[in-house]
């Protein structure tokens, strides 16, 4: 088992201030996460990502990084407090944050921080 972080919230929606103190600890599969330190989990708040099977009140786990590939499921920092999650694309002059949800529009950026890449969904039933 890898001891997995829950270190805040983030939001499927509009981006919110991100909270990150240790609020739970989550011992979880390694064969599911791996054992690598960077792993970290956060709530999910807000709805742009359902398509893409992250729901309202899920957990997501994040490896820890800052870059990202075209397509990949980011958690990004914009204007360095905001966290949100949603697909990042690179464009000719700008960086595209776009949701899975078909009622929602795209964030456009030129700046952002990527806090990590979503490798996993927890939910609890």
């Not at 201030?17 to 792993?39: F, H, K």
Request: charged share 25%.
């Amino acid at each position: 088992m890898t001891a997995v972080p829950l270190v805040g919230r983030v939001t499927a929606g509009q981006p919110i201030l991100a909270v990150e103190n240790v609020e739970e600890v989550y011992p979880l599969p390694t064969e599911l996460v791996g054992s690598d330190e960077r792993i970290f989990m956060l709530s999910v708040q807000g709805d742009s990502m359902i398509n893409a099977g992250i729901l309202n009140g899920d957990y997501v786990i994040v490896r820890e990084q800052h870059t990202a590939y075209n397509s990949d499921i980011i958690v990004a920092l914009l204007n360095d407090e905001e966290a949100t999650v949603k697909r990042f694309f690179k464009e000719k002059d700008q960086i595209r944050l776009q949701p899975e949800n078909d009622h929602m529009e795209p964030i456009f950026t030129k700046d952002i921080s990527i806090l990590g890449k979503v490798i996993g969904v927890f939910r609890r039933l």
